[in-house]
């Protein structure tokens, strides 16, 4: 199975700070009909995941575009331009590239 | 309204078998895939498994021999069966809509 790794584990920002959350794949998660398929979910304390980029750089309707999503191959970047409080919670990237879909461990976001 | 709501008994014995039921409402289970995704307390998101728009189905590759999922297109429901269950199947099971919709999650706990 693919084997997603986040970094860092936790981070603390300020309002206003800009951050990036990494993850990287044990595989090239691109799929053989062109698309990486490569998301990213928010879940915020005591509520359901949210899904925030897909396919690695677009943007869920209603998202705001401060978050972005870039990378390919096995390299993949969530970046942040100036946290909100409403973006606290913990982070994860998952892959469907490669059946059995996989989730990364998770990065929890606070405030600093 | 589209949405999912997971339903099942919030209390199972060890060794027994969990049954959930996913019922959505606003699309098709034919045009749609189901995710089945649970969280242990405290813990990570974990895939369990999927029923996609033809019917197929894949499995988390540690749960495959006690996991099964079906649906019922005429009832818009997706069921979960997982038998064998231990006191480290506890956890909130969601099921989402392709992970860009999910329901509020059924809390699951295995104990005598």
């Known amino acids: 199975d693919v084997v997603l790794t986040q970094t860092p584990p936790t981070l603390s920002a300020t309002i206003g700070q800009s951050v990036s959350i990494s993850c990287r794949s044990s595989?090239?998660?691109?799929?053989?009909?062109?698309?990486?398929?490569l998301h990213w979910l928010l879940q915020r304390p005591g509520q359901s995941p949210q899904l925030l980029i897909y396919?690695?750089?677009r943007l869920e309707s209603g998202v705001p575009n401060r978050f972005s999503g870039s990378g390919s191959g096995t390299d993949f970047t969530l970046k942040i331009s100036g946290v909100e409080a409403e973006d606290l919670g913990v982070y994860y990237c998952?892959?469907?590239?490669?059946?059995?879909?996989?989730f990364g461990a998770g990065t929890k976001l606070e405030l600093k | 309204q589209v949405q999912l709501k997971e339903s099942g008994p919030g209390l199972v014995q060890p060794s027994q078998t969990l049954s959930l039921t996913c019922t959505v409402s606003?699309?098709?289970?034919?045009?749609?895939?189901v995710h089945w995704v649970r969280q242990p307390p405290g813990k990570g998101l974990e895939w369990v498994g999927a029923?996609?728009?033809?019917?197929?189905?894949d499995y988390n590759s540690a749960l495959k021999s006690r996991l099964s999922i079906s649906r019922d297109t005429s009832k818009s429901q997706v069921f979960l069966k997982m038998n064998s269950l231990q006191t480290e199947d506890t956890a909130i099971y969601f099921c989402?809509?392709?992970?860009?919709?999910w329901g509020q999650g059924v809390m699951v706990t295995v104990s005598s």
């Open positions: 989402t809509r392709k992970l860009g919709l």
């Open positions: 606003g699309f098709s289970l034919t045009s749609n895939s």
């Open positions: 029923i996609w728009s033809g019917g197929s189905t």
């Open positions: 595989q090239s998660l691109l799929h053989s009909n062109g698309n990486t398929y």
């Open positions: 396919l690695v750089s």
């Open positions: 998952v892959q469907g590239t490669h059946a059995p879909y996989t």
